[in-house]
């Protein structure tokens, strides 16, 4: 009677077990379904799904918790999801790429380039036909910010036409970020103008993507950078017609190539800067200094310490 009871206890504890695994697996093929849409959460979210399914599979497995998580899910056969999504990714985007080009989708993917897999050569060329096709009398202005490791910045603006051309470096506050220094770089570009004879065209070449779709949202705009660009930008409108165009760096296009050299110069110029720190560049140069103090271990006679996080790197579990 004693081991009938038992018996049907064990029975017992693997149905209840094998419904909740049941039931897991359902949320777990529904997270893995719609894998293409939360794909682009924050990486918090995505770690909080990845705990959702180690939580799953330890009760799937009734591994104990200290156990480490890449051995439960080796011993469940679950892939973490960070991994699994990635086929899914693969054929929802070339699905979404098949489609006639009439699709606006499809279209849309087709006009992607990714500058870190696509040929130099390739996006030089890109940027060439659009550069080509810029009025001979139109002024073009090559803008671009740099900071070097000693925490200086700096902007370089390269202004030419068919006849004139102007070359400007200047030194920004340290631990200015590389956006504000391209912001400041199209502004300086925008306040030179006037020193050159155009038809009624200005091109403002920039390798910053951000700077333009920073400017994009001009109704969201509040730093005194973007303010300034913008009403220099409004009063331009008059009488110009004014592209901003975002090109590739460092594909050898012969503006951008001198920009980038007068941003890295400006850097390394010994003239105090004038524009002041905004609450960024304060919070950027605070942390700087925080991660200096914090490098240096403690000083006990008994620490043998040489990093922060050593401990974590120990390969041993609380039982250990």
């Known amino acids: 009677m004693a081991r009938s009871a038992f018996t049907d206890d064990i029975f017992e504890e693997a149905v209840a077990r094998a419904t909740v695994s049941s039931s897991l697996c359902n949320d777990h093929r529904d997270i893995i379904w719609i894998s293409d849409i939360y794909c ?3 990486d918090a979210n995505l770690q909080r799904l990845e705990r959702v399914q180690l939580n799953a599979t330890r009760i799937i ?4 918790n200290s156990c480490p998580k890449d051995i439960v899910l080796y011993e469940a056969n679950l892939q973490p999801l960070s991994l699994r999504k990635i086929p899914n990714l693969v054929k929802y985007y070339n699905k979404l790429y098949s489609l006639d080009s009439g699709n606006r989708t499809s279209a849309y993917l087709k006009d992607w380039v990714n500058k870190q897999k696509d040929h130099p050569t390739y996006l030089r060329q890109l940027a060439l036909e659009i550069i080509n096709d810029i009025p001979v009398d139109a002024v073009k202005v090559y803008t671009d910010g740099s900071r070097n490791d000693s925490d200086r910045t700096g902007s370089g603006i390269y202004i030419t036409t068919h006849n004139q051309e ?3 470096q200047r030194r920004n506050p340290d631990f200015c970020s590389v956006f504000r220094s391209e912001l400041i770089a199209i502004d300086e570009g925008l306040d030179s103008l006037s020193s050159f004879a155009c038809s009624n065209e200005i091109w403002i070449l920039t390798d910053s993507r951000s700077s333009i779709e920073h400017l ?3 109704h969201r705009v509040r730093d005194n950078e973007g303010m300034n660009i913008l009403n220099k930008l409004k ?3 008059v009488s110009y017609r004014i592209h901003l165009q975002w090109i590739p760096s460092h594909v050898n296009i012969q503006g951008n190539e001198i920009a980038d050299a007068l941003a890295k110069a400006g850097a390394y110029d010994a003239s105090v800067p004038s524009a002041p720190l ?3 560049d304060m919070f950027s140069r605070a942390k700087s200094r925080n991660k200096t103090i914090w490098l240096i271990p403690p000083e006990y006679h008994w620490y043998q310490g040489s990093r922060p996080g050593g401990c974590l790197s120990i390969d041993c579990s ?3």
Not at 61 to 64: A, F, I, S
């Open 166 to 168: 102007l070359k400007i």
């Open 278 to 280: 905004t609450y960024l």
């Open 235 to 237: 009063s331009l409108s």
């Open 318 to 320: 609380r039982r250990d």
């Open 40 to 42: 682009c959460a924050s």
């Open 216 to 218: 994009a949202n001009w």
């Open 61 to 64: 497995t009734g591994l104990r």
